[in-house]
């Protein structure tokens, strides 16, 4: 290989590099805060219908009054049951009595409604059109057995690599850095 033609290649392999790293960088460079979801935890999430819950709003707007009800899950029914207003961190933290959720506790707290019986909790905004925020599930139980540590926050998901391509872009760097480190050992 001649000088001219070696000094062509490493031109090429460091503009290759080049855009390797700038796609890098873009990838693992300063992001724009995503805007977090609200989400409710109860704790605990399953018990008899005279179950005093913790219930937590995190990630809510500061400031903002959130509208809690509550109903059996597929009823069209539904109670009001608080109206708190979130703190400045975004949280908030409530104590409920489910008897005062009508239609679990019947005379003397026995179960009116058949065991595993599934309510509904969501919070609102407070409008005349409100929107959904968030949704947790108490689910009516003999007794409050529950899984520590792992409050119900009413869905879930999975995590996803939103970087597909970065995988690929590693791989061609790496072949360029081999490549060349062969060339050089032939001159």
């Known amino acids: 290989m001649t000088r001219q033609q070696s000094q062509y290649t490493v031109r090429w392999q460091g503009l290759i590099l080049s855009i390797c790293l700038l796609a890098l960088a873009l990838a693992y460079g300063p992001r724009v ?32 009054v959130v509208n809690l009800t509550a109903g059996v ?32 506790c019947g005379v003397n707290g026995v179960l009116q409604l058949p065991e595993g019986t599934r309510y ?12 959904l925020l968030a ?8 007794s409050s057995s529950s899984t520590p540590g792992l409050p119900n926050t009413g869905g879930g998901g999975t995590a996803r690599d939103e970087r597909p391509w970065l995988g690929g872009l590693g791989l061609l760097l790496l072949a360029t850095l081999g490549r060349t480190a062969m060339l050089r050992r032939r001159t």
């Open 33 to 64: 805060a995503r805007a977090a979801v609200p989400t409710l935890a109860l704790m605990p999430d399953r018990g008899p219908c005279t179950t005093q819950i913790m219930l937590k709003g995190s990630d809510f707007s500061a400031g903002q």
């Open 73 to 104: 899950e597929g009823s069209n029914q539904a109670v009001r049951f608080a109206s708190p207003t979130v703190a400045a961190d975004g949280t908030f933290t409530l104590q409920v009595d489910m008897r005062r959720i009508e239609g679990g």
């Open 120 to 131: 509904r909790i969501i919070a609102t905004t407070d409008e005349q059109l409100p929107q």
């Open 135 to 142: 949704t947790a599930f108490f689910t009516l139980a003999s």
